[in-house]
């Protein structure tokens, strides 16, 4: 069975701390690992990462894929409170039936 | 404004009646996707469209249905035989269904069944 396991399910840091959130995966002939911010409704896309070893970085965001270790991480450095919200991960299936299989999110929390 | 509609926000029902949630993208997007979510769970796919006129069962399709007649459209019902329907529902959508092709999400519909 697909799965994708998020943690820490929940952080509460401070402004200016940096977080890593991690993400691993057993997925069916998996092709790509997606993260998302939700904050309260829908998710929003953040990084699609498809090869291993190559870092995607958007302003103090970052992710990067090891497909051999069947893991990614987000970090996210200099938090603010808007980067509160729950980050999901979600890896992709390739082949006949292509779909996402979602881990439960992690819940970051910044506080002033 | 190009992007994915869900309509209603909010939608309460009585348990034992059937509910339709509406999407609609104007994203001229092939593959379209319905994903409940649960407090604390991550999303689970009901039913997924790679092309009008078909549409697979997803990981937890029992007690609902879905159609495709149009591109644009993916409607999906709730029905009585659904035995927990109350949940946040999200509809997404993707250029095509190839695993490489980010999935881009509507604003969702929160069901209460009383």
């Known amino acids: 069975e697909d799965k994708v396991v998020q943690s820490p399910l929940s952080l509460v840091v401070h402004e200016g701390d940096t977080v890593t959130l991690n993400c691993s995966y057993e997925?069916?002939?998996?092709?790509?690992l997606l993260w998302y911010k939700q904050e309260k409704k829908a998710p929003t896309f953040l990084f699609m990462l498809?090869?291993?070893?190559i870092e995607k970085k958007s302003g103090r965001l970052s992710s990067i894929l090891d497909k051999k270790e069947l893991f990614s991480i987000l970090n996210i450095t200099a938090t603010q409170t808007g980067d509160s919200a729950v980050y999901l991960c979600?890896?992709?299936?390739?082949?006949?039936?292509?779909?996402?299989?979602f881990g439960k999110g992690t819940k970051l929390t910044v506080n002033p | 404004d190009g992007g994915i509609t869900q309509s209603p926000k909010y939608l309460f029902r009585k348990e034992g009646q059937n509910v339709t949630l509406s999407c609609e993208q104007n994203?001229?997007?092939?593959?379209m996707y319905w994903y409940r979510q649960d407090p604390g769970q991550g999303l689970r796919l009901i039913y997924y469209?790679?092309?009008?006129?078909?549409?697979q069962k997803g990981d937890i399709a029992e007690g609902y249905s879905v159609s495709r007649e149009k591109k644009e459209s993916f409607p999906l019902t709730v029905t009585s035989a659904q035995k927990n329907p109350t949940a946040f529902y999200l509809c997404?959508?993707?250029?095509?269904?190839?695993?490489?092709?980010?999935?881009?999400f509507g604003p969702g519909t929160r069901l209460t069944v009383l």
């Open positions: 997404a959508s993707s250029r095509q269904n190839r695993g490489t092709d980010t999935q881009y």
């Open positions: 997925v069916t002939n998996f092709r790509s």
């Open positions: 498809t090869s291993s070893g």
């Open positions: 979600a890896g992709i299936t390739q082949g006949g039936s292509e779909k996402l299989v």
């Open positions: 994203l001229n997007h092939d593959a």
């Open positions: 469209s790679q092309i009008v006129n078909d549409f």
